[in-house]
């Protein structure tokens, strides 16, 4: 298994994720592109001392931008919906 630090990059704490969280348990990451929901479970069991329920991964595509007459285009963000047995939570420092 590879480092959980390394799959789960970051906590996604936006308001959307706050109204997941408050009413169904639901917490959301981003991920390494490549990591699959197994490997997700692991690392937030491992990571945070929690019980993983499910598993839900979406992969938003990343926009084409322009700055004056270049165009760029940023990368893909892999997000993963991770629900918790109830009655257990993830405090975010």
Do not use: C
Request: proline share 4%; glycine share 8%.
């Amino acid at each position: 298994m590879r480092d959980p630090h390394i799959i789960v990059k970051r906590p996604l704490v936006t308001e959307k994720g706050s109204f997941l969280s408050e009413r169904s348990n639901m917490y959301s990451f981003e991920v390494a592109g490549d990591a699959n929901k197994v490997e997700i479970r692991k690392a937030i069991e491992s990571l945070f001392k929690v019980n993983v329920v499910g598993v839900n991964t979406a992969v938003r595509k990343g926009k084409v931008k322009g700055l004056g007459w270049r165009t760029y285009a940023r990368p893909n963000v892999k997000r993963a919906l991770v629900k918790l047995k109830p009655g257990q939570t993830i405090e975010f420092v």
